[in-house]
């Protein structure tokens, strides 16, 4: 038991983050399981499940899409609050959605699908789609502190915006008239985001999270 024990002290000593050291992290209320192959789930995501579950009725069928789920946190916790949607969780990382499936082993709504963005859901629409995506610049300050966690889920491109650009540019094929896109970004990115937003979207906003920081941003496709 002690060598365990000392063993641990050690890892965490080394900067590595706790819920990899112990193996999970609460999120909105629930213990998920986090390996080393997802992004540590962060209290601030927890906005992004706020808005998204708004948005949704209770009592009546809906679609949701959940690009880029990791450990599943996200989509998961939808689909517990929200039993009658049926929510498509996916990842382009077959080990990430690992640790999705299992975390979601015990919910009927929620199906995994291994894509990179929409490649794999040709065809499909959805009532709401939402997204923590990777949205760190290559090279940003940051990572020296994040170096523990997959560079897939973190960074992004020069300016950290590649993804939420490829989510922008394909998401109108994919949500149907009036459905709302909802996103998570860095701390400086709110006003670009609403800029990108306002080509194909209306009511285009960012929301600020508990420390005051633009953290999602979001809005309706267009109807006509
Ligand atoms: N919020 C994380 C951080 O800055 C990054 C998460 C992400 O890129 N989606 O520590």
């Keep these: 038991m002690l060598p365990k024990f000392e063993a641990m002290i050690g890892r965490r000593l080394k900067g590595e983050p706790v819920a990899y050291i112990t193996g999970s992290r609460e999120f909105y209320g629930v213990e998920f399981k986090v390996t ?9 995501t927890e906005l992004l499940v706020d808005l998204a579950l708004e948005r ?5 069928p809906f679609r949701v899409l959940d690009l880029g789920t990791g450990s599943g946190v996200v ?7 929200r039993k009658r949607a049926t929510v498509t969780a996916v990842d382009k990382s077959p080990s990430a959605l690992a640790v ?5 082993e ?8 291994e894509s990179d963005w929409f490649a ?11 997204s923590n995506p990777p949205y760190i ?16 889920a973190l960074t992004s491109g020069r300016d950290g915006l590649d993804a939420i650009r490829s989510i922008l540019e394909a998401a109108p ?24 937003l306002s080509k194909n979207f209306v009511e285009a906003g960012s929301w600020k999270d508990l420390s005051g920081i633009e953290r999602v941003s979001g809005g309706r496709l267009t109807s006509g």
């Design 120 to 130: 794999a859901l040709q065809g499909e629409k959805f009532d709401l789609i939402l």
């Design 137 to 152: 610049a290559e090279g940003d300050e940051h990572l020296a502190n994040l170096k523990f966690e997959p560079a897939l």
């Design 106 to 113: 015990k919910l009927e709504n929620i199906r995994f699908v």
């Design 100 to 104: 999705a499936k299992q975390n979601g």
């Design 36 to 44: 080393k192959d997802v992004l540590v789930p962060r209290p601030e």
């Design 56 to 60: 949704i009725p209770e009592n009546s």
């Design 173 to 196: 094929s994919h949500l149907e008239p009036g459905g709302w896109l909802l996103f998570e970004h860095g701390y400086n990115q709110g006003e670009t985001c609403r800029e990108l």
């Design 75 to 81: 989509g998961i916790s939808i689909a517990r609050h």
